[in-house]
């Protein structure tokens, strides 16, 4: 069990679930199933790999591609992935420069 307290969505990188998911119903199309989908991908992703940590979405591929726990997914469970993370990286570089 987690010594988080419940409804505390961040990881130990820092990842800011809800206001993610706000930012997406605000800032893209996507509808409500989509963006709540992005978030599962996203949790899935961050278990594994900071998003951060990569310089650029072809590097973010690069280490989904090569990790060991993704290694066996499919080209479309990976790209979702990268979707996700990618999707990350933009609100979080975006909510950098606006604060």
């Known amino acids: 069990m987690s010594s988080r307290p419940k409804g505390d969505l ?3 990188h820092g990842i800011k679930f809800n ?3 706000v930012w997406l119903r605000q800032n893209t199309d996507l509808t409500e199933r989509t963006v709540c989908d992005m ?3 996203l949790k899935r992703l961050t278990a594994f790999i900071n998003p951060l ?6 590097m973010l591929y690069y280490l989904i591609r090569t990790n ?3 290694k066996n997914s499919s080209p479309s ?4 992935l990268k979707r996700a993370g990618t999707l990350y990286r933009e609100f979080y570089f975006k909510k950098g420069v606006e604060q």
């Open 10 to 12: 961040t990881t130990e």
């Open 19 to 21: 206001e993610f998911k």
């Open 39 to 41: 978030i599962s991908r």
């Open 53 to 58: 940590s990569a310089p650029d979405s072809e």
């Open 68 to 70: 060991e726990h993704f």
């Open 77 to 80: 469970v990976r790209s979702q």
